[in-house]
């Protein structure tokens, strides 16, 4: 497949890193792989620290001019840029879904819902109010006021190439921080191609900047030793999140990490069974399993346990598995030989361990790393999925008995990132959305995530937020003025 032949606007596709407002080229250069087919698509700049310093730099030096732009002014580029991206959708989608497997109609939909953040964050940015406090001495006022936090580094993962990024850059940028960011190198031409809009956007010199590496740590090692980057925000595993945060001790960065998670989805028996189906399979299959929100531990109670797991395979057994560019395809493969053997292994830990396979269990026929939608059932705490997420298209269902069992099982882990429950009884809505420890809850839904909403997790999964007011704030400093020498007169 030539990537560029299918698309519209072949200018997305410079296969080159963006910095200081040039498109650049390293000594080396890596491939990039389209999961499905296994063909290589493209070949971009393999960067090193060496050219990360570079960037840093260049978002060093606009960011003075950027941080003295009103509010207003930076929101002026973010609409421009979101306007882009909503115009070259298609072409956004076909990138995505050629580097990262996911059917295109999907990766559309990821394009539209990364956009929205582009759009809100563009007005959030007018919103970064102080406060006047009152004081406790005569003749005296504090006065606060937020201030951008200076040069941020973005590391983001393979699973949204798109939406990572478009949830943390546009709130930096209208915070009026300068940005330097490191895609995953699964997926770093829809950060080339976002950057591409960017530039056409108008946004000046150096204030976005995108490094492309297949050497992670070389570039994260940069980015979190150098003192010039203030903050770093982080989606990916907890495990290279805890290094990252290590590597940022020593320059005390402000930090948000988007972590692991380990969702529990509880079905209680006085549940809607068909639509806790619906939110399961939606939420659980999207992106073939590898979500961080997906849910994991499916906790079903005793009494509606049957019923549930039947009409969940009959759900299932719909879900049509193929290449991204295939029109009937509802998911694709898994994005690497890696990701393929997690998801065999935890199916095999869990068999060998007395679980039963309703439907799927294997690598699909269409080999390379497609995998067939699964459902498990008699599923126990000793299993590996009880303790880390599949990261694949394995629903894998637990059973429990009463309201304070469904708890305690949904609590039993390290992580705290989304938590999911099917209820009609209101106020076991209030008690278990209080209970539960995680940043975010669906109560009988889903589906959890926009731009409006404040998405982070508690515990393991991380720290931060995204999105919302709170997202702005990840990106601002909190000053105050104690201002004396008010006498009256
Ligand atoms: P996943 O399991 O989703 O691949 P990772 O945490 O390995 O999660 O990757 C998420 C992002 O972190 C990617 O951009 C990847 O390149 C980057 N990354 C991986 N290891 C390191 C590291 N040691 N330092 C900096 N970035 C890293």
């Known amino acids: 497949m030539i990537l560029s032949d299918k698309l519209t606007n072949k200018s997305l596709l410079p296969n080159k890193a963006y910095i200081n407002g040039k498109w650049v080229d390293a000594s080396k250069s890596f491939d990039v792989i389209n999961p499905s087919t296994q063909e290589v698509i493209a070949s971009v700049p393999d960067m090193g620290a060496e050219e990360t310093h570079d960037a840093i730099a260049a978002a060093d030096g606009a960011f003075k001019d950027w941080a003295a732009k009103t509010a207003k002014e930076r929101g002026a580029f973010l609409k421009k840029w979101y306007q882009l991206i909503l115009d070259n959708r298609e072409d956004l989608g ?23 953040f582009v759009e809100w964050f563009a007005e959030e940015g007018k919103r970064a109010y102080g406060d006047v406090i009152p004081t406790t001495t005569h003749g005296s006022r504090v006065v606060t006021m ?11 993962p393979w699973n949204f190439p798109s939406a990572m990024i478009t949830r943390k850059m546009p709130p930096a940028l209208a915070a009026g921080c300068t940005v330097v960011s490191k895609p995953a190198e699964d997926t770093p031409l829809s950060a080339i191609a976002l950057a591409v809009l960017a530039e056409e956007a108008g946004f000046p010199k150096g204030v976005i900047n995108v490094v492309t590496t ?3 740590s070389d570039v994260g090692k940069a980015m979190c030793e150098s003192d010039i980057v203030r903050k770093l925000s982080f989606t990916g595993s907890t495990k290279v999140g805890k290094i990252l945060m290590g590597q940022c001790a020593d320059t005390m960065k402000k930090l948000s990490l ?76 898994l994005i690497n030989q890696a990701g393929l053997e997690k998801v065999q292994d935890h199916v095999q830990d869990a068999l060998d ?25 008699g599923m126990t705490d000793e299993m590996k999925v009880a303790s880390d997420e599949t ?52 109560a009988n839904t889903g589906s959890t995530s926009s731009e409006v909403a404040p998405f982070g997790g508690v515990k393991h999964s991380g720290i931060g937020r995204e999105g919302s007011k709170y997202g702005l704030d990840e990106f601002l400093e909190i000053k105050y003025v104690a201002m004396g020498g008010i006498e009256e007169s």
Not at 146 to 156: D, F, R, Y
């Open 146 to 156: 937020k201030q951008p936090v200076g040069v941020c580094a973005m590391i983001t």
């Open 258 to 333: 988007e972590l692991g998670g380990n969702a529990p989805f509880v079905v209680f028996g006085d549940a809607d069974i068909d639509a806790a189906v619906k939110g399961l399979v939606a939420g659980k299959f999207r992106n073939c399993g590898q979500v961080c929100i997906a849910p994991n531990r499916i906790y079903v109670q005793d009494s509606v346990h049957d019923e549930f797991v039947e009409k969940l395979k009959a759900a299932v057994s719909d879900i049509k598995v193929g290449d991204g560019f295939d029109e009937d395809s509802d998911i694709g493969p």
């Open 94 to 116: 076909i990138i995505m879904a050629a580097e990262q497997g996911k059917p295109v109609k999907e990766a559309i939909g990821e394009v539209l819902y990364g956009a929205e």
């Open 353 to 377: 361990k007395g679980a039963t396979v309703v439907l799927g269990g294997k690598q699909h026929k269409k080999g390379a790393t497609f995998f067939e939608p699964t459902i498990l059932t």
């Open 391 to 442: 990261f694949g298209p394995v629903a894998s269902i637990f059973k429990f008995t009463d309201e304070q069992d469904a708890i305690d099982k949904a609590n039993d882990t390290i992580y705290g990132l989304a938590a999911y429950f099917y209820t009609r009884d209101i106020g076991r809505v209030w008690r278990v959305s209080e209970a539960i420890e995680a940043g975010i809850i669906g």
């Open 214 to 216: 297949s050497h992670s």
